[in-house]
């Protein structure tokens, strides 16, 4: 069984940053990918960024040149560095880990104010 506690969501003014991380624990075998998801009110979860194994990133387009995400492979553990913050990413960001399934965090919330 596998366990993500994420950190770092808080209150912020538009334009400023807050740093996510995720670390994962437990049955940890080979990790493909971790990453990041968001939920706002109202809306389904979408994708925000995403880490490979090897390094590879992925972003949404929302996010790109904004949004900076990074692991640290020794500590199984995710980050995500937002930057710009814009009131339209407020939200609960979730982080998962892929392996042959998918695990979740359960949620940190991220509020951006105008």
């Known amino acids: 069984q596998v366990e993500l506690v994420e950190s770092g969501g808080g209150l912020v003014q538009a334009g400023g940053s807050l740093r996510l991380s995720c670390a994962a624990s437990g049955s940890i075998l080979s990790i493909k990918t971790m990453g990041w998801y968001r939920q706002a009110p109202g809306k389904q979860r979408g994708f925000v960024a995403q880490?490979?194994?090897?390094?590879?990133?992925m972003y949404a387009n929302s996010v790109t040149g904004r949004f900076t995400i990074s692991r640290d492979s020794a500590k199984n553990t995710v980050y995500l560095q937002m930057d710009s913050l814009r009131p339209e990413d407020t939200a609960i960001y979730y982080c998962?880990?892929?392996?042959?399934?998918?695990?979740w965090g359960q949620g940190t919330q991220v509020t951006v104010s105008s």
């Open positions: 880490i490979s194994s090897g390094g590879i990133t």
């Open positions: 998962y880990l892929a392996t042959t399934g998918r695990s």
